[in-house]
């Protein structure tokens, strides 16, 4: 089988679409599938230079829509090389410019692939909802009825990531009627370090926050709920709070900064190392007690299946799409994304005996092991792409 991935960027720091399509590609060359991607990002990029598989790289699109005037004709020419091409992601060019490939080779009785969109949590209505977001509510509804409704309802098939995120996507955009739906999971590999390598970062027990700084992620709520539970509890053994991740620089990075340091009950207790990759991250991981998400919308959590493959609870709210399966398998604690919620999350995790803490530290390795190993979700995906494909 041979497979085109085309997603609009493979740089790390923009999000986890790109590291689920690595993870995703790593698990299918494992079974056979030929795997290329055709990305808008520039040939030099030296996170492009990592990868094991064949990129084919188009030069960094324009503006917000990310316009590339070579992506048309590179598809013309080179996709009847494939049996199938996965769009990772939605509302930008590329989708726009696959479509109407596909529009023109079907009008002149050509040979096309199976069309595979997967949303990757771009359907989710909070994307409408969330404060701030007016005028982009309104251009994303405009462009569904312009653009993007002819993409979803013609594609072969939608490929979601859990349960949650197919029934979200059917809540909002109208008329919604994709030919059919698979859920085909993500895998998150199992960290090879040795656990009893590795020295701890620090003397003190820790909660990890691992993710964007970005007001999606509901750092804001964590800072003031560590805060208030200081102040209320005067509790010194209330574990350190790890917040490592990109954006520290933005403007709402900054103000999360200097809020911290502001505050003489907090300002020692809360660091942040920005963005760790490889041997640095599964450190912190394993190094934390707990791992905190308490993030507004997040379509799959890939850092908290990361910390369920340490062996690390998490303690997330409901907005998170795996929040189900967590619960299932008792291997964390989920409340809503508000402050109370926040609060109540951290509270909760301090009530636990050190008992109740280490059983639920071996749930979380149970939930990675029944739901989200690579070699898993590589064969969900191989079943419904060869579904598809024999059904084309």
């Not at 995120?165 to 109208?174: D, I, K, N, P």
């Amino acid at each position: 089988m041979n497979l085109l991935h085309l997603i609009t960027t493979l740089n790390p720091e923009l999000g986890g679409v790109c590291q689920a399509l690595r993870t995703s590609i790593a698990g299918l060359e494992k079974i056979g599938v030929n795997n290329s991607v055709v990305c808008l990002d520039d040939e030099y990029e030296e996170f492009l230079k990592v990868d094991f598989f064949k990129i084919f790289p188009l030069g960094k699109g324009k503006g917000p829509w990310c316009h590339n005037k070579n992506l048309i004709n590179w598809l013309t020419e080179n996709l009847n090389n494939y049996d199938a091409i996965i769009l990772h992601g939605l509302w930008q060019f590329p989708g726009y410019a696959l479509y109407n490939v596909f529009k023109k080779l079907k009008y002149k009785n050509k040979y096309s692939p199976a069309l595979i969109v997967m949303p990757h949590g771009m359907l989710d209505p909070y994307f409408q909802k969330a404060e701030g977001r007016k005028i982009k509510a309104i251009r994303n509804i405009l462009y569904w009825q312009i653009v993007e409704k002819n993409l979803v309802n013609n594609a072969d098939a939608l490929f979601f990531t859990c349960e949650e995120e197919r029934y979200l996507a059917s809540t909002y955009f109208r008329p919604y009627k994709p030919k059919k739906t698979f859920i085909v999971s993500l895998g998150v590999p199992f960290p090879s370090l040795d656990f009893k390598k590795i020295i701890p970062i620090t003397k003190h027990k820790s909660l990890l926050f691992l993710s964007r700084i970005h007001p999606k992620k509901g750092i804001d709520l964590l800072v003031d709920a560590y805060s208030e539970i200081i102040t209320e509890n005067k509790n010194s053994l209330l574990p350190n709070l790890i917040i490592a991740g990109p954006g520290l620089e933005t403007d709402f990075g900054n103000g999360i900064y200097n809020c911290v340091q502001a505050n003489s009950h907090i300002k020692n207790k809360i660091s942040f190392p920005g963005m760790l990759t490889g041997r640095a991250k599964w450190e912190a991981f394993y190094n934390c007690e707990a791992f905190i998400l308490p993030s507004h919308q997040e379509n799959f959590g890939i850092a908290v299946v990361e910390a369920l493959a340490c062996g690390k609870p998490v303690l997330i709210t409901d907005k998170i799409n795996i929040w189900r399966e967590i619960l299932v398998d008792k291997a964390g604690i989920v409340e809503s994304d508000t402050k109370e919620g926040v609060k109540s999350l951290i509270k909760k995790w301090l009530d636990f005996s050190d008992a109740k803490k280490k059983e639920m530290g071996k749930s979380a390795v149970e939930c990675y092991n029944s739901n989200f190993t690579v070699d898993m979700a590589a064969t969900k995906m191989y079943d419904a792409l060869s579904d598809i494909i024999d059904t084309c």
